[in-house]
């Protein structure tokens, strides 16, 4: 009889749903979760720092969001409509982003990504995206352009690495680096004519934004017409209840959300001016400007009571106070632990986020991340795996959660420590 791991390998490639790619002796099934810990099918206890890739910043099986579920969940889980748990967390996102007047959902971060980026194709009839190099916006074409390329090519070309793109996507897509304003700038009164959208994420993987660079790509787009998108699907609810925008002070046309706002059930939500929302009222098919918009689960019941309930606790006081100084926190014990074996390197990131970057170079955009020692994080991420933390080998994010405290990033910190010392040896 075939082992849990071994059908796994068997079912999928490389035995996970995407990015884990573990070696075949550390490939596991996950059983249960609660809190800040999983549980695998064999009953070996892990430390999360992954939380669903973020989406459960609320903690698994948060009481709130099983009750909200488990009361929905006999009334009927999708209509394809409407529905009151939909209105009801439609106005809650209206009111606490500043960048909304109008909002729909759908089913994923990576479904209102795509929708604010057609939205921008629609409202200003030029076809050009630009984005930053190293982020990612979601699985599609645009959303992994330029995310890992091991040689970048020359700004503003897109590399296609991993995007199964045709040239002709890769055509209107370009490419710029976070955090350089003077190339942005450059960039944009270059292809002003044509470009439809800036999308970023105002906090770059775990690279914060420089001073004033959100500021100034919101004066350089609204001056040229151009429509600036925040990807909102990490930051949304992580920074600030009133996400990125509230946290760094700057509006954008439109904004995307998922991850964390379901609560850990898939969801996601675009929203921005009415003007731009409103090209997708059905109202105006078959008549330009228009832009299709749809989702078959998007705003089903049981995600937006999950939703309303993940906000709910995010409302609560003392929450972002402390998930900040609980980041704070992490960073700095990874920073010490560091210091104490000599290895050169530092902890970025901001809220309750955070990354270990062993290298002297700072994170100021993709290309500077390049000088960082791989390797070595990948053995680190490998033998915190091995010593019961489960995370993405990647390394690139650890993410907390309300349900992390002190004492858990203590147990953290220590087998962060195994795992760099043995990773030297």
């Known amino acids: 009889m075939m082992t849990w791991k071994e059908r796994s390998l068997a079912a999928f490639p490389a035995g996970s749903n995407g990015e884990f790619n573990?070696?075949?002796?550390?490939?596991?099934?996950?059983?249960?979760?609660?809190?800040?810990?999983?549980?695998?099918?064999?009953g070996r206890e892990y430390l999360d720092f992954s939380m669903?890739?973020?989406?459960?910043?609320?903690?698994?099986?948060?009481?709130?969001?099983?009750?909200?579920?488990?009361?929905?969940?006999?009334?009927?889980?999708n209509f394809s409509y409407v529905h009151e748990n939909t209105l009801l967390l439609g106005e809650e996102l209206l009111r606490l982003s500043p960048a909304c007047e109008r909002i729909r959902f759908s089913a994923s971060g990576t479904e209102a990504t795509l929708y604010c980026r057609r939205l921008a194709r629609g409202f200003?009839?030029?076809?050009?995206?630009?984005?930053?190099?190293?982020?990612?916006?979601?699985?599609?074409?645009?959303?992994?352009?330029?995310?890992?390329p091991k040689d970048p090519p020359p700004f503003p070309?897109?590399?296609?690495?991993?995007?199964?793109?045709?040239?002709?996507?890769?055509n209107d897509v370009l490419v710029a680096p976070f955090n350089d304003l003077e190339t942005a700038v450059s960039l944009i009164e270059r292809y002003a004519d044509d470009l439809a959208g800036v999308i970023v994420e105002p906090l770059q993987r775990c690279t914060p934004p420089a001073p004033d660079f959100l500021e100034g790509l919101r004066e350089l787009t609204r001056a040229h017409g151009v429509l600036l998108i925040f990807d909102e699907v990490v930051t949304g609810f992580r920074l600030a209840y009133g996400g990125a925008q509230e946290y760094y002070g700057v509006v954008p046309d439109l904004v995307a959300y998922g991850k964390a706002l379901g609560g850990g059930y898939p969801i996601g939500a675009y929203g921005g001016r009415a003007d731009v929302m409103d090209l997708v009222r059905e109202s105006r098919m078959n008549a330009a400007p228009y832009v299709w918009s749809a989702s078959t689960l998007g705003g089903n019941p049981i995600s937006t009571a999950a939703a309303s309930a993940a906000l709910?606790?995010?409302?609560?006081?003392?929450?972002?106070?402390?998930?900040?100084?609980?980041?704070?926190y992490l960073r700095e014990?990874?920073?010490?632990?560091?210091?104490?074996?000599?290895?050169?390197?530092?902890?970025?990131?901001?809220?309750?986020?955070?990354?270990?970057?062993?290298?002297?170079?700072?994170?100021?955009?993709?290309?500077?991340?390049?000088?960082?020692?791989?390797?070595?994080?990948?053995?680190?991420?490998?033998?915190?795996?091995?010593?019961?933390?489960?995370?993405?080998?990647?390394?690139?994010?650890?993410?907390?959660?309300?349900?992390?405290?002190?004492?858990v990033c203590d147990e953290f910190l220590n087998r962060f420590s195994d795992a760099l010392k043995a990773a030297r040896e």
């Open 52 to 77: 669903g890739w973020g989406s459960g910043l609320v903690g698994h099986a948060n009481p709130a969001v099983v009750e909200a579920v488990t009361r929905q969940a006999p009334l009927g889980s």
């Open 312 to 328: 709910s606790v995010f409302r609560e006081e003392g929450v972002y106070p402390r998930l900040h100084t609980l980041g704070r």
């Open 157 to 170: 070309q897109p590399d296609s690495t991993g995007t199964g793109a045709s040239q002709a996507a890769l």
């Open 22 to 42: 573990l070696p075949e002796e550390l490939t596991i099934v996950i059983g249960r979760g609660e809190g800040c810990r999983l549980w695998d099918v064999e």
């Open 124 to 148: 200003s009839g030029r076809s050009k995206i630009m984005k930053f190099e190293g982020a990612y916006h979601g699985a599609a074409e645009i959303g992994v352009v330029s995310l890992f």
């Open 333 to 407: 014990g990874l920073e010490r632990v560091m210091q104490d074996q000599g290895v050169e390197g530092r902890a970025i990131g901001d809220g309750p986020l955070a990354q270990a970057a062993f290298g002297a170079e700072p994170a100021v955009n993709y290309r500077s991340t390049l000088q960082w020692n791989s390797s070595l994080a990948r053995r680190v991420m490998l033998g915190l795996f091995e010593r019961g933390v489960f995370i993405n080998p990647m390394g690139t994010k650890l993410y907390l959660s309300i349900a992390h405290d002190e004492p």
